[in-house]
C-alpha cells in the first residue's frame, strides 16, 4: 500500500478484556512509533522500534501494554486488562533513516479504542 | 529526559494576520525539526520541516526559523486563511532518533 495502515480504525472492548492493534508501516520504513491521543490532547509518545535495534520503550503507561515489530515491517501494539482511561485514539507512524537523520513521518488513520 | 516545549496552547488571529507558534527543546543534538498540521478527526500531517545546518526555511505562506543555540524553533503562517484553522504540533528527532513532539497549539483564524 501506499501509506500506513492500521486496523482495525474502530474497537470497542469490555473493561479487563485484552486488545491488539495491528499497524502496516510504508514499505522500507525503517522507524516505526506509537503514539497515544487522548480527545483534544496531544501526542504521547509509547514506543519506537528503529530497523533491528531494540525498542525504546520509555513511553509505556505500565506494564499492561507491550508492542512488538514482527520482520521490521507490521507492528502490534497490545493492551492487556483494558481500563477506561485507556480509551482514546492510538497512533502509528514511520519514517525513514537517512544516515544520521530520519525523513518525514507518515501517520496512519489511527485505531479509535473506546473501552466500556 | 527529552522535551519539547510548545507555546501558546490555544492562538486565535483575524483572517489576514500572522500567526507565530514557538517551541524550544532541550537535546543539543537534535538535527531534525518538523511541524505537522493535524485537522479535526484527521491524522497529523507534515507541513513543513527543517534540519539544524539551516537557520530559517519557507514554503508559500508558511516559514520555518531555528535557532540552535537557544535551542528554539518557530513556524510563522502569513496572511492567514481560515483554513489554517487546526492544531498544529512542533517535533524534534533527538540524538537517538525517536521522534518527539510538542503538546499542539490550537489555531483559530477568524473570518
Known amino acids: 500500500g501506499a501509506g500506513v495502515s492500521q486496523s482495525p480504525s474502530n474497537k470497542v472492548t469490555e473493561k479487563g478484556k485484552d486488545v491488539e492493534l495491528r499497524c502496516d508501516p510504508i514499505s522500507g520504513h525503517t522507524a516505526l512509533y506509537w503514539y497515544r491521543q487522548s480527545l483534544g490532547q496531544g501526542l504521547e509518545f509509547l514506543i519506537y522500534f528503529q530497523g533491528n535495534s531494540a525498542p525504546d520503550k520509555s513511553g509505556l503507561p505500565s506494564d499492561r501494554f507491550s508492542a512488538e515489530r514482527t520482520g521490521g515491517s507490521v507492528s502490534t501494539l497490545t493492551i492487556q486488562r483494558t481500563q477506561q482511561e485507556d480509551s482514546a485514539v492510538y497512533l502509528c507512524a514511520s519514517s525513514y533513516r537517512q544516515g544520521t537523520s530520519n525523513t518525514e513521518a507518515f501517520f496512519g488513520q489511527g485505531t479509535r479504542l473506546t473501552v466500556v | 529526559g527529552e522535551n519539547v516545549e510548545q507555546h501558546p496552547s490555544t492562538l486565535s488571529v483575524q483572517e489576514g494576520d500572522s500567526a507565530v507558534i514557538k517551541c524550544t527543546y532541550s537535546?543539543?543534538?537534535?538535527?531534525?525539526f518538523p511541524w505537522y498540521k493535524q485537522e479535526l478527526g484527521k491524522r497529523p500531517q507534515l507541513i513543513i520541516d527543517i534540519r539544524s545546518n539551516v537557520g530559517e526555511k519557507k514554503d508559500q505562506r508558511i516559514a520555518v526559523t531555528l535557532n540552535k543555540t537557544a535551542k528554539h524553533f518557530s513556524l510563522h503562517i502569513t496572511e492567514t486563511q481560515p483554513e489554517d484553522s487546526a492544531v498544529y504540533f512542533c517535533a524534534e528527532v533527538d540524538s537517538s532518533y525517536k521522534l518527539i513532539f510538542g503538546s499542539g497549539t490550537r489555531l483559530l483564524v477568524r473570518p
Open positions: 537535546d543539543s543534538a537534535s538535527n531534525y
